[in-house]
């Protein structure tokens, strides 16, 4: 702990400097609106000087961009009006999709991200295609990982594209109360970036160095108002639904139907907070999460995609280790175990949730819901609360506190006193400098829970030193054998680990190869409750090259130590003699993986490995095959299979999982997607179809039909039929 206090004191008093820019762009205020056609032609717009100058980013990031953009703004007391025009070098575009919030990579877009509180953490993105499809996300943790794309998130605004010879023009209408911003401000921070499929390049108006990601916050412009923001004149958002479903459990020979009538309502506290209220949720997910093939001993994380959870997530869900010890885990919010310990859904009565700031420099977060007592399956009543607090520090980086319960609010027979609480409380802070250069995060959380009085804390650092040609890591975790979090995710306690990391980039002239690196990243953990006896480690020895034609290939060899505590069978075989435990196995194993150009029609990734497994072999292939007809259909595949041959006496398994998906978008508001899905660890064979028409601007009717079966006798499993409408109403 000492070295962990002297890791977070040292970083607190970190300064560095960074590149600094004075790209700006003016942003008048104009009496009368804009009217959205795509045509640039008011006054207005011809008497307004745009941001241009744009950098490359792929595949040099020191030259400018060869198809320019340029990108004019213009605000009244109720919207930001946006004028863009996107140089290129004919119009054959790359649209895959009229699907809304579509992903980046190999398509032809443009990009705007607005940090309004000028903080480098936090953003609003919006974006288009030359189709005018849009999409919008939050972005959070200052834009140092993929992660923090909340790709959930959904606002009512306005696009309209025009398609030319040589380029095309985008105009969007969004309204102010879309954001969240101090009122009387006049400056936000400001950068975009768009891809043009043809000349092959990504470029950005502030120039961003390929060491950081594209969409990193660090590195941006200014808008300046030509007058300071009025208050938000946010709507109260009113969000009913009705849900109809019926369904069969063939295996239990038990029906189901129900109607379901619930919603949500939206507020806007001042001009930076929400106040979210939910009342008889319903929380299910019309597109079933994909299955994976799991041949470890922990869980999976999956993502939450609920909307209730979508804005301002990070405050909540990103304190401590993702991987090992995450506090808050929304998703275990309306699940929890019956008598029999098996994990079934749990009515939600109620909810609130307080999110955003309070100022600049300090934002807070209240979450409290209460789940539906259960009787039969002897799960009580019980409130779910998060309360944070997180305020920055010097230029990019903050310091957060949380405090987290969970507690039955009744009493019952058969709850026990050690299952009446769980409770944690905890401090982070996430390092960020000026220029991204240093990033890092430091936390401390203890739990307390009825008769547990040691060993209930956990804590954790990461440091790491990023440059053109080198990356450095120094991290580690810390959890206690008795640290406890209901609410959050942990794959297992009495661990100590450590993940250094050594990363050399190479930047080659003249080549196919646009960039490539050597990596190693060995991982150790310790068992602190048995004399820090080791119980794994891993050496990724990894080769990495990125092709001027955006392809990618991978080359890895994984050195591995295993130390089964118990017997395991890693095949999951039913009624298999499982490996024994109280004994230690080393197994290496080489991988190879390679993602071809997606810019092309077809398009795949395959994943050959092969290698030594515990005391056997595993040889495993993992592909994904795509193909469009742009832009109404898109078609893929997704086929895994693993060999595991483990000596005599212990089983042998071939797994395999297959999942094909088709996607029709008839237009911009009706799709339809079906998703077939083969696994043999899990027995089963599915199909999800969705029909989806979005009627109104952020309100949709969904038809979903979900059927499984058994494989192994094609027996049917579950079969359900879901109708839910959902209608956004601004008051």
């Keep these: 702990m000492k070295n962990i206090l002297f890791f977070i004191t040292f970083f607190f008093a970190i300064c560095t400097f960074s590149q600094t820019t004075n790209k700006s762009v003016s942003v008048n205020f104009i009496e009368n609106p804009?009217?959205?056609d795509a045509e640039l032609s008011e006054d207005e717009w011809k008497n307004t000087e745009g941001a241009s100058g744009f950098w490359q980013y792929f595949p040099l990031d020191s030259v400018q961009g060869k198809q320019q953009?340029?990108?004019?703004?213009?605000?009244?007391?109720?919207?930001?009006?946006?004028?863009?025009?996107?140089?290129?070098?004919?119009?054959?575009?790359?649209?895959?999709?009229?699907?809304?919030d579509f992903r980046a990579g190999g398509s032809d877009n443009i990009t705007l991200l607005f940090d309004t509180f000028n903080d480098g953490t936090n953003a609003f993105i919006f974006g288009t295609n030359p189709y005018g499809v849009k999409r919008e996300m939050l972005l959070s943790g200052g834009g140092s990982e993929i992660r923090g794309f909340t790709m959930a998130w959904d606002t009512k605004w306005q696009c309209k594209t025009a398609i030319k010879e040589d380029h095309y023009i985008v105009e969007m209408i969004i309204p102010l109360s879309a954001f969240k911003y101090r009122e009387g401000e006049t400056r936000w921070r400001f950068n975009s970036y768009h891809f043009d499929t043809q000349d092959n390049e990504r470029n950005t108006w502030v120039n961003i160095p390929q060491n950081q990601f594209i969409f990193n916050l660090a590195y941006m412009g200014e808008m300046i108002f030509e007058k300071p923001l009025g208050k938000s004149k946010s709507p109260i958002s009113i969000i009913p639904y009705v849900n109809a479903i019926t369904a069969k459990d063939f295996k239990n020979n038990t029906a189901k139907t129900d109607l379901k009538f619930g919603g949500d309502a939206k507020f806007t506290v001042g001009n930076s907070m929400n106040l979210d209220l939910t009342l008889n949720p319903d929380f299910s997910q019309v597109e079933v999460d994909q299955q994976v093939t799991n041949l470890t001993r922990f869980e999976i994380s999956l993502p939450e995609r609920r909307q209730f959870f979508i804005e301002n997530s990070d405050l909540f869900a990103d304190f401590g280790n993702s991987r090992d010890s995450n506090p808050f885990f929304?998703?275990?919010?309306?699940?929890?175990?019956?008598?029999?310990?098996?994990?079934?859904?749990?009515?939600?009565?109620?909810?609130?949730?307080?999110?955003?700031?309070?100022?600049?420099?300090?934002?807070?977060?209240?979450?409290?819901?209460?789940?539906?007592?259960?009787?039969?399956?002897?799960?009580?009543?019980?409130?779910?609360?998060?309360?944070?607090?997180?305020?920055?520090?010097?230029?990019?980086?903050?310091?957060?506190?949380?405090?987290?319960?969970?507690?039955?609010?009744?009493e019952y027979d058969f709850l026990t006193d050690e299952d009446k609480y769980n409770r944690i409380i905890g401090i982070d802070y996430r390092l960020a400098s000026e220029d991204n250069s240093w990033v890092g995060k430091y936390f401390f959380h203890k739990s307390f829970s009825p008769g547990i009085k040691d060993k209930d804390y956990s804590a954790g650092f990461s440091t790491q030193y990023i440059n053109r040609d080198f990356s450095l890591r120094l991290s580690g975790v810390y959890v206690g054998d008795n640290y406890e979090s209901d609410l959050g995710f942990l794959r297992r306690t009495d661990i100590f680990k450590m993940t250094p990391n050594v990363t050399?980039?190479?930047?080659?002239?003249?080549?196919?190869?646009?960039?490539?690196?050597?990596?190693?990243?060995?991982?150790?953990?310790?068992?602190?409750?048995l004399n820090f006896k080791n119980s794994d480690y891993a050496v990724i020895s990894r080769w990495k090259a990125n092709f001027m034609n955006t392809g990618e290939l991978t080359v890895e060899m994984n050195n591995r130590f295993t130390y089964l505590f118990g017997d395991f069978d890693p095949t999951g075989t039913e009624g298999a003699i499982a490996l024994p435990g109280d004994n230690g196995y080393k197994y290496t194993n080489f991988n190879v993986s390679y993602q071809s150009d997606q810019r092309k029609t077809f398009s795949y990734r395959?994943?050959?490995?092969?290698?030594?497994?515990?005391?056997?072999?595993?040889?495993?292939?993992?592909?994904?095959?795509?193909?469009?007809?742009?832009?109404?259909?898109?078609?893929?595949?997704?086929?895994?299979?693993?060999?595991?041959?483990?000596?005599?006496?212990?089983?042998?398994?071939?797994?395999?999982?297959?999942?094909?998906?088709?996607?029709?978008?008839?237009?911009?508001?009706?799709?339809?997607?079906?998703?077939?899905?083969?696994?043999?660890?899990?027995?089963?064979?599915?199909?999800?179809?969705?029909?989806?028409?979005?009627?109104?601007?952020?309100?949709?009717?969904?038809?979903?039909?979900?059927?499984?079966?058994?494989?192994?006798?094609?027996?049917?499993?579950?079969?359900?039929?879901?109708?839910?409408?959902?209608?956004?109403l601004n008051i």
């Design 34 to 36: 804009i009217i959205l």
């Design 69 to 100: 953009a340029s990108i004019k703004f213009l605000f009244d007391d109720d919207n930001l009006y946006v004028g863009i025009k996107v140089n290129a070098l004919a119009n054959d575009f790359i649209i895959p999709s009229l699907r809304r």
């Design 330 to 410: 929304s998703r275990r919010i309306g699940i929890a175990k019956d008598a029999n310990n098996n994990i079934i859904e749990n009515d939600i009565i109620a909810g609130v949730r307080l999110s955003g700031k309070v100022n600049n420099n300090l934002r807070v977060g209240l979450l409290t819901m209460q789940t539906a007592e259960d009787i039969k399956n002897e799960i009580p009543t019980v409130n779910n609360t998060v309360i944070t607090l997180q305020q920055k520090l010097f230029s990019r980086s903050n310091i957060s506190v949380m405090f987290i319960n969970k507690q039955a609010t009744k």
């Design 504 to 529: 050399r980039t190479f930047w080659p002239k003249d080549s196919r190869v646009q960039k490539h690196s050597f990596s190693v990243t060995p991982i150790f953990i310790w068992k602190p409750d």
């Design 606 to 728: 395959i994943q050959p490995s092969a290698g030594t497994f515990f005391n056997g072999k595993k040889y495993s292939i993992a592909s994904n095959l795509a193909w469009r007809i742009q832009p109404n259909f898109s078609g893929s595949i997704q086929i895994n299979y693993d060999k595991i041959n483990l000596p005599d006496l212990f089983p042998d398994a071939s797994i395999l999982l297959i999942g094909p998906k088709i996607d029709l978008t008839f237009n911009k508001s009706l799709f339809w997607s079906t998703f077939i899905q083969y696994s043999s660890q899990q027995e089963n064979f599915g199909v999800n179809t969705r029909l989806q028409w979005r009627f109104a601007p952020l309100s949709d009717l969904f038809i979903v039909y979900n059927d499984n079966y058994y494989s192994n006798n094609f027996a049917p499993r579950f079969r359900s039929l879901n109708l839910k409408l959902t209608y956004w």
